[in-house]
């Protein structure tokens, strides 16, 4: 609704518009000022739409108040009323940018007639504010998309956010990388600003990669102090996990000066992604992993050593005693390679098959492949114990066509993506676990299963707005997304305008 300020020093001509403007039904919230002084000091700490005053009024009369009041916002609409008809009266009323000159008494249907004029001003403004607003923060959402590219130019990016008010080229700046089990980021899209803004005390700006990812870029003009930064990436880690119901890792990059190492960092915090196990629970700091790596590899090798040693002796107790040591290590460490992980396991089984006389390529080879496509390490843990306890019996598995499944998977997202489709849908679709089918998915096409998803419904969104042929919002759900807004977004970040923008262009075209 527009907000309207009748400012006049007699209260009973501010009540006869106030009755003028409730009589007409003028969708108009309305606020008043006894003289020029008030209704200025009102105009400084409130948005007003139009301004209707008196001109002859004490301490400030209504042409004073109408030039400083176009200081404050250029875009009020101004109303001129007073009891002097003068020519010099309207003729300065026309300097201050007023539309219209109304005379005491004021005529009814004038009155009526010049309202519902402004109104229609106002309402036009308003409108072309929204759009420019909308495609301000479209094109600031595509560009920091970009910026997260650990292959772009980021100096050249960073140079076209500045207009928008985000000048990083002599900030410090911190990456907080964010993945979750489930699709977080769309669900919970209101309630996660919501934890931002009362965890973060520093410059922030969030892009949302994905559905299940997003990235936090963390910035201020001095050196941002390492406790400082554990303590806001552990609030958000609580806040987001607090009901127990979200799985959540974090990668906190390290801390650059600009854009000097910024690409670099970028791509730790990739490396970081794919080299730990999938979706983690908990925080990893980039600059704290090198630093651990030796000690860490030195206390692994023992640890295998201490393992291999048990099994020679056929102590199987003692080998999973070692084997929950070496897994609690690994949770606590959390940025430890799952590849290097995964190698110590295949190592120790292998020991394991030969132990047991049972050494032979079909079975290991299965095994491998088992161990290979866990995400977690509780998968890794149950495949282990499985071997254990299945050492002197198993026999040679049947394996999966892993292009056949995959094959498989793209004409299911293909067919169905209009459909909530999940990981674990998919995974039963083909008759593989959700993370092999993650594994193998990643493997064959270079490309998570969800990003994959993601870019085949913003592909077909695109196609079905310059068709033109269905409403936005039957789009959205006819790709995959029953929640219109976070569609809008989506599309917006990946895009650099809205669907309703888009449609737009290409109806230009």
Not at 427 to 450: K, N
Request: glycine share 4%; proline share 2%; net charge negative.
């Amino acid at each position: 609704m527009l907000r309207i300020l009748l400012v006049d020093d007699e209260k009973t001509e501010r009540a006869g518009l106030r009755f003028l403007i409730h009589k007409f039904a003028l969708p108009l919230e309305i606020a008043e000022a006894s003289n020029g002084k008030k209704a200025l000091e009102y105009i400084k700490e409130h948005r007003v739409d139009i301004l209707l005053t008196d001109v002859k009024m004490p301490y400030m009369d209504g042409l004073e108040l109408a030039r400083a009041a176009n200081v404050y916002n250029e875009n009020i609409v101004i109303i001129i009323f007073s009891a002097y008809g003068e020519f010099e009266y309207a003729k300065q009323a026309c300097e201050v940018n007023a539309v219209n000159y109304l005379l005491k008494p004021i005529e009814v249907d004038e009155f009526r007639d010049v309202m519902e004029k402004v109104i229609g001003i106002c309402m036009q403004r308003r409108r072309w504010e929204e759009k420019k607003e909308s495609l301000l923060v479209a094109d600031k959402s595509l560009l920091l998309f970009k910026l997260m590219n650990s292959k772009a130019s980021h100096e050249e990016i960073g140079k076209s956010l500045e207009p928008y008010g985000i000048r990083l080229q002599n900030k410090y700046i911190t990456i907080l990388s964010i993945e979750t089990e489930g699709n977080y980021f769309e669900y919970n899209y209101d309630e996660f600003l919501r934890i931002l803004r009362n965890d973060l005390t520093a410059a922030y700006e969030y892009i949302n990669l994905y559905p299940n990812l997003a990235n936090i870029l963390i910035y201020e003009g001095n050196r941002l102090n390492e406790d400082r930064i554990d303590r806001m990436t552990k609030r958000l880690y609580l806040d987001m996990t607090s009901q127990g119901k979200e799985k959540v890792s974090m990668i906190v990059g390290k801390q650059c000066f600009g854009f000097a190492d910024f690409g670099k960092h970028m791509q730790e915090i990739e490396r970081l992604r794919e080299d730990t196990f999938s979706c983690f629970s908990g925080i990893i700091y980039s600059d704290r992993v090198n630093g651990q790596k030796e000690e860490r590899l030195t206390r692994t090798e023992h640890m295998k050593q201490e393992i291999l040693n048990c099994i020679s002796e056929r102590n199987l107790e003692a080998v999973a005693k070692h084997v929950a040591a070496y897994l609690s290590c690994l949770k606590d460490e959390k940025s430890s390679s799952a590849m290097y992980a995964k190698y110590i396991f295949l190592d120790i089984v292998k020991a394991l098959y030969e132990e047991y006389g049972i050494y032979n390529k079909s079975i290991l080879f299965e095994t491998t492949e088992e161990i290979m496509r866990c995400s977690g390490l509780h998968e890794v843990e149950t495949a282990f114990l499985r071997v254990m306890e299945t050492a002197d019996s198993m026999q040679q598995g049947q394996t999966t066509d892993v292009s056949q499944a995959v094959a498989k998977i793209i004409q299911i997202v293909k067919n169905e993506y209009m459909e909530d489709l999940s990981l674990e849908e998919i995974a039963g679709r083909v008759c593989l676990t959700p993370a092999y089918v993650s594994y193998i998915f990643r493997q064959e096409t270079g490309e998570s299963l969800i990003k994959y998803l993601t870019d085949y419904r913003m592909h077909q969104a695109k196609n079905l707005l310059e068709q033109g042929r269905m409403k936005i919002v039957e789009v959205g759900k006819a790709c995959g997304y029953p929640n219109q807004s976070y569609f809008n977004r989506l599309f917006r970040n990946r895009f650099g305008m809205t669907p309703k923008q888009y449609r737009e262009q290409a109806g230009q075209q």
